[in-house]
């Protein structure tokens, strides 16, 4: 069974800080994606990473994928409190088709 | 181009009660799946059917039913309803190559079994 595990689960910020959000396994992704949620709707992508070591920028958000293929990471430059929301990562085996493993979450609040 | 739609958007049964819960798409995806999300839990995958004619289980299938009805439509049946199944429900879809299975979820189906 693959596991995602993110850090931290919960965030507080004020609104301006930068954060990071982690998302590591033990286990080798083909690909890894980011999704975000707000409250009383589904999970939205926002990226997909596949190359081991691959960055990838969104505005004031940076996606990194691990050179393993086991780890990802999301930064967020100058968070503003419409960023706040559920951020999951979910990653998709390399013999799993087409599931998808996602993370617990980090629920993140950025305040004015 | 609705994306995915599920109905209906809110739902309150009584222990043993029967329900289907509806969810289609207009992408033309191949696959399709149900997850359901408690607090502190992420989404956990009930069911799922990778194409048209096929269903397979995912993490926490017990208590469920569903039918792949054609490409377009996926419906979760929950037979005799448990306090336990209490939740929020999402339906998604999603296409292989070359998305990397990258899913589109429904704005959901939030059940409460009393």
């Known amino acids: 069974t693959q596991l995602l595990e993110q850090s931290p689960q919960f965030l507080s910020i004020q609104e301006g800080e930068n954060l990071t959000v982690y998302c590591n396994s033990s286990?080798?992704?083909?690909?890894l994606q980011w999704y975000r949620q707000e409250p009383g709707e589904g999970p939205v992508l926002l990226v997909t990473?596949?190359?081991?070591?691959e960055v990838k920028k969104l505005k004031r958000l940076t996606f990194q994928f691990g050179d393993a293929r086991k780890d990802s990471s999301l930064h967020i430059t100058a968070a503003q409190p419409g960023d706040t929301g559920l951020y999951l990562c979910?990653?998709?085996?390399?013999?799993?088709?087409?599931?998808?493993?996602f993370g617990e979450g980090t629920q993140l609040t950025v305040n004015p | 181009n609705a994306g995915v739609t599920q109905t209906p958007k809110f739902q309150v049964l009584k222990t043993g009660q029967s329900m289907t819960l509806q969810c289609a798409q207009d992408?033309?995806?191949?696959?399709m799946y149900w997850y359901r999300q408690d607090p502190g839990m992420g989404l956990r995958l009930i069911y799922y059917?990778?194409?048209?004619?096929?269903?397979d289980k995912g993490e926490v299938p017990n208590g469920y039913n569903v039918s792949r009805l054609n490409k377009r439509e996926f419906s979760l049946r929950l037979e005799s309803a448990a306090p336990s199944q209490t939740s929020v429900y999402f339906c998604?879809?999603?296409?292989?190559?070359?998305?990397?299975?990258?899913?589109?979820f429904g704005p959901g189906t939030r059940l409460t079994v009393l």
């Open positions: 998604a879809s999603s296409e292989a190559w070359p998305f990397y299975n990258e899913q589109f």
């Open positions: 286990s080798v992704f083909s690909s």
């Open positions: 990473v596949v190359t081991g070591g």
């Open positions: 979910a990653g998709a085996g390399e013999t799993s088709g087409s599931r998808l493993t």
């Open positions: 992408m033309n995806h191949n696959s």
């Open positions: 059917s990778a194409s048209e004619g096929t269903t």
